[in-house]
């Protein structure tokens, strides 16, 4: 029986709300208290083409935009976007159940991806060569390429939508949105203040939905390009099915960071960057660090450091303990699915020092206390399943090249961190290591909104990634000119 007083949300088409006339919800859980605060609807596919002819409508005069008046939009977006920062860190925190300094950081990094499409001015300039041939001059432009579809995970509610929409649309493309349907308050929020800066109607759209939503935004014959954000396993079917139907595709994937503590590390900065890439988002992060390996003679010293300050960790209701140090996982399925977990690796032979199933938790909400699990092994499921929680595995290789091995081994390749003082290791590593995204003495080398995030592996599927130039370069499509222009024939004349 439906609960009138919980909102049902509605989709975001052509500058409005439009409700759906879908017939299934998903409940949106405050994850610290485990209350029902919203439903979210499963749109049918009818309402993705809906969003999709106000879309293809609005590209036809948004494409044609002046390049400075479409940086303005975004100029005037990051002021409402820092006017209203606290507003919507706390939406992020209320919906994901991040800790209020996760969830601003959330924001933050979101609102770097903006102040980087406010210079479209000068990343879309093309390149000319004049007299490539005699009277003959080359060019070249970057142009937007149409309708395009991003589709965001729960982890993330404002910095990976803000990954995508704002480069796309600042390069002349209109967009529709599909965010998680868990996270749905932070997405609709940034719509409307898009619209409030001054983005014409139509050209942000947002329609909510699950399985039926994603594979209408993969198979529309009027989208020209789909960004993707979520597990392996689906990001390799929203790219097969995608590029199926003609399309570009960005899938952005999961992963198994490792992190390699080399025994001359200083401890103290190492320990806090572990501990903040572990447990950080509560281990609900594709660049959480995931695996530490205590290489040689550091592994005891590791071992006993790291359950120390995993005791001195606050684990509470983010929506009201700001002081928190880690909040709930997402809902109660992932919070079971964490329990399961911890009980397989255990018998598989890890030794579990701090168990997040034992610890002291809030009765309300969906809480995985930190785990620790020691003496791990590269073939155990633990060591090679993307866990996304707060369990930090810890293997013992002997050495750097044991380490590099264990890595190699593992398919995926978002991060990979090494700590250490020896810049020959740190060199070695940054160059072999199978992954897109280094850190040395870095606990989360997570790109700043001018580089790429740069995946590898089974870990991303397509060419050009998300941010940076190569976000810009997705989002659009290059037009070369020549010209010729006969100077005798024009002397002929006179002219």
């Avoid at 409005?16 to 749109?43: C, M, Q």
């Avoid at 009277?135 to 970057?142: E, F, H, I, P, Q």
């Avoid at 995926?412 to 072999?432: K, S, W």
């Avoid at 397509?462 to 005798?488: A, C, I, M, N, P």
């Amino acid at each position: 029986m439906i609960n009138e007083s919980i909102p049902t949300l509605s989709n975001w088409i052509g500058g409005e709300n439009r409700a759906s006339r879908a017939t299934v919800f998903t409940d949106v859980h405050n994850p610290s208290t485990g209350e029902i605060i919203a439903r979210t609807p499963a749109s049918p596919a009818d309402e993705v083409d809906a969003a999709v002819s106000v879309a293809k409508e609005a590209f036809a005069s948004w494409s044609r935009t002046a390049i400075p008046k479409r940086t303005a939009v975004f100029f005037r977006y990051k002021e409402l976007l820092e006017a209203k920062f606290n507003e919507i860190a706390e939406l992020i925190t209320q919906e994901n159940g991040k800790t209020l300094s996760e969830a601003q950081g959330d924001l933050r990094r979101g609102i770097e991806v903006v102040e980087f499409a406010c210079a479209a001015s000068h990343t879309l300039k093309g390149e000319t060569l004049p007299l490539i041939s005699e009277a003959m001059d080359g060019s070249s432009t970057r142009e937007p390429i149409g309708v395009c579809a991003g589709i965001t995970p729960f982890n993330f509610p404002a910095m990976v939508p803000m990954w995508m929409f704002p480069l796309a649309i600042v390069c002349g493309n209109t967009f529709i949105l599909k965010p998680s349907e868990k996270v749905p308050f932070t997405a609709i929020r940034l719509a409307e203040l898009a619209m409030e800066a001054g983005l014409p109607e139509g050209v942000l759209n947002l329609v909510h939905g699950g399985r039926e939503v994603v594979e209408r935004l993969c198979t529309h014959p009027d989208i020209a390009a789909v960004s993707f954000v979520g597990s392996s396993a689906v990001a390799e079917q929203v790219y097969r099915l995608g590029t199926h139907h003609g399309k570009r595709v960005q899938a952005a994937g999961g992963a198994k960071n490792v992190m390699l503590v080399m025994p001359d590390a200083n401890l103290d900065p190492t320990i806090r960057a572990i501990i903040g890439a572990g447990f950080g988002c509560a281990g609900q992060r594709c660049m959480a660090g995931s695996v530490v390996l205590g290489v040689g003679e550091a592994g005891d010293t590791l071992s006993q450091r790291l359950t120390e300050a995993i005791d001195r960790m606050k684990v509470l209701p983010t929506d009201r303990h700001p002081e928190s140090d880690m909040g709930p996982v997402i809902d109660g399925a992932a919070r079971d699915r964490l329990r399961q977990a911890i009980e397989n690796a255990a018998g598989e032979g890890a030794q579990v020092l701090r168990d997040g199933r034992r610890r002291a938790l809030p009765e309300r909400g969906f809480f995985v206390g930190p785990t620790l699990l020691d003496r791990v092994e590269p073939e155990m499921a633990v060591a090679r399943t993307e866990l996304f929680g707060p369990i930090l595995s810890m293997g013992r290789p002997e050495q750097l090249d044991d380490a590099m091995a264990w890595m190699h081994s593992s398919g995926l390749g978002n991060g990979a961190v090494i700590f250490t003082q020896d810049g020959g290791a740190a060199r070695t590593f940054a160059r072999e290591a199978p992954c897109g995204m280094i850190g040395i003495n870095v606990g989360v080398p997570a790109p700043m909104s001018v580089f790429a995030f740069s995946g590898w592996n089974r870990s991303f599927l397509g060419d050009l990634h998300v941010q940076g130039t190569e976000g810009l370069l997705f989002y659009t499509r290059q037009k070369v000119v020549f010209s010729r222009w006969d100077d005798q024939y024009s002397r002929k004349l006179g002219w």
